[in-house]
T-cell receptor, first 111, second 117 residues
Framework: GDSVTQMEGPVTLSEEAFLTINCTYT??????LFWYVQYPGEGLQLLLK?????DKGSNKGFEATYRKETTSFHLEKGSVQVSDSAVYFC??????????FGQGTELSVKP | DARVTQTPRHKVTEMGQEVTMRCQPI?????VFWYRQTMMQGLELLAY????????DSGMPKDRFSAEMPDATLATLKIQPSEPRDSAVYFC???????????????FGPGTRLTVL
């Protein structure tokens, strides 16, 4: 079945550092891919998504490109802020169906 | 700004008691998901509904958990009897088909933090 694997956390960075959180997936078809973010004490929020190969999702300075050849959807940001501290979840899914989530990667950004 | 609402936000109960969690999906969304989040297991899908009909509840322990949608504005998740291992945060999410071949974005509620003593 389909699965999503993320790099393990926690990831600790200094403010303004470059961020990469790796995500790879296995799929029987051609899913859409998502990054969700969870701030402390809150539910998950959609950060960005891509629906087909080579699409790039972007939001709030974060980017991820749907790479079919490497089955990856790595999250990047050029300059992180303290307010980006959260848990980030990569997910895959098909239209109208359930999402398969990775285990989450905790990011801590220090001033 | 439409949001998914969940009640209660926090629940502390004793082992053996019945627990009912409620979710109000975003108006117009026809798909509702129930998730459980723990440190050990991460985020697990328990069940989901489309147009109030259950599509998949394979993630739910059938002997003690039940999920229903009495109407389009209310989804419930019940645990009877509750056990300490049920302690977790339970999230409800709602979504709708995009109609253009894309996948639903799921909108999550704030969660119900359940503690079973």
């Amino acid at each position: 079945g389909d699965s999503v694997t993320q790099m393990e956390g926690p990831v600790t960075l200094s403010e303004e550092a470059f961020l990469t959180i790796n995500c790879t997936y296995t799929a029987t078809g051609y899913p859409s891919l998502f990054w969700y973010v969870q701030y402390p004490g809150e539910g998950l929020q959609l950060l960005l998504k891509a629906t087909k190969a080579d699409d790039k999702g972007s939001n709030k300075g974060f980017e991820a490109t749907y790479r079919k050849e490497t089955t990856s959807f790595h999250l990047e940001k050029g300059s992180v802020q303290v307010s980006d501290s959260a848990v980030y979840f990569c997910a895959s899914g098909y239209q109208g169906g359930k999402l398969i989530f990775g285990q989450g990667t905790e990011l801590s950004v220090k001033p | 700004d439409a949001r998914v609402t969940q009640t209660p936000r926090h629940k502390v109960t004793e082992m053996g008691q019945e627990v009912t969690m409620r979710c109000q999906p975003i108006l117009g969304h026809n798909t509702v998901f129930w998730y459980r989040q723990t440190m050990m297991q991460g985020l697990e899908l328990l069940a989901y509904f489309r147009n109030r009909a259950p599509l998949d509840d394979s993630g739910m322990p059938k002997d003690r958990f039940s999920a229903e949608m009495p109407d389009a504005t209310l989804a419930t998740l019940k645990i009877q009897p509750s056990e300490p291992r049920d302690s977790a945060v339970y999230f409800c999410a709602s979504g709708k088909p995009t109609g253009t071949g894309g996948t639903d974005t799921q909108y999550f509620g704030p969660g119900t933090r359940l503690t079973v003593l």
